[in-house]
C-alpha cells in the first residue's frame, strides 16, 4: 500500500505553521520514504523544495503548484504540533480500487502521536468522477462544528491526493482497449 503523511511545523517564535513535509510511502517494515517534499515560508512567499511527486520525470513548476495546493489545503484543517516534537501528523491513502486500478476512495487518518489515531474522515467516489459522491467526516478543522466547510475540506483535499495517483499502478492502456476495442460492442467504429 501506499500513503502520504503530512506534517506542518512552526518555527519559534511564530504562531502558525510555516512549513509543511509531505512524505510518499511504500508500506513495509520498515515502511520506505520514496518520495517527499517541504513548502516553507508559507505565511509569505513559498519556497518549495521537492522530488518529482507528481512523476512525470522533472521535478518542475507543476509538482511545486500540487506540493503548494496540497499543503495549503492541509495546513486548513489545523492539525499541528505548535512545538516539536511534531506528533501530530495526517495519513492519506487509497483503497477500493476499480477493473483499471483506479482508486475510488481515500482515507484521512488524523494522528496526535506515531500510533495514536484521533479521528479519520473518507471519500468516496466511482473512478468516472459522473457518479454519487460520499463524504464522511466529523469537524476535522477543529472550529467546534461539523459542517459543510469539513466536507469540503475533506473532498478538495482526497481530490487532490487523487489526481497525484500515488496509491500503486493503473494500466489505463487496458482499459481502453476493453472499452473501446475494434470489433467489441463498445468500439468506436461501428
Not at 487509497?94 to 475510488?104: I, M, P
Not at 464522511?136 to 473532498?155: E, H, M, T
Request: glycine fraction near 8%; charged fraction near 20%; charge should be negative.
Amino acid at each position: 500500500m501506499r500513503y502520504l503523511i503530512a506534517t506542518a511545523s512552526v518555527s519559534p517564535g511564530n504562531v502558525a505553521p510555516d512549513s509543511v513535509h509531505l512524505g510518499l510511502y511504500e508500506s513495509g517494515e520498515p515502511p520506505a520514504l520514496v518520495k517527499q517534499a517541504t513548502a516553507d515560508n508559507l505565511q509569505g512567499a513559498a519556497a518549495i523544495i521537492t522530488d518529482d511527486v507528481i512523476d512525470d520525470g522533472v521535478i518542475d513548476s507543476a509538482d511545486e503548484r500540487w506540493v503548494q495546493r496540497f499543503a495549503q489545503q492541509y495546513l486548513a484543517f489545523d492539525w499541528f504540533s505548535g512545538a516539536g516534537p511534531f506528533d501530530k501528523h495526517l495519513k492519506v491513502f487509497a483503497e477500493d480500487f476499480d477493473s483499471c486500478g483506479v482508486a475510488q476512495t481515500v482515507r484521512l487518518h488524523f494522528y496526535l502521536a506515531p500510533d495514536a489515531l484521533a479521528f479519520s474522515a473518507g471519500y468516496q467516489t466511482d473512478a468516472d468522477g459522473k457518479g454519487m459522491e460520499l463524504t464522511i467526516f466529523p469537524d476535522v478543522n477543529g472550529d467546534k462544528q461539523i459542517d459543510y466547510v469539513d466536507a469540503q475540506l475533506v473532498r478538495q483535499l482526497a481530490l487532490n491526493f487523487l489526481a497525484l495517483r500515488w496509491y500503486g499502478t493503473h494500466e489505463h492502456t487496458f482499459c481502453q482497449l476493453q472499452l473501446f476495442g475494434a470489433g467489441g460492442k463498445h468500439g468506436l467504429h461501428q
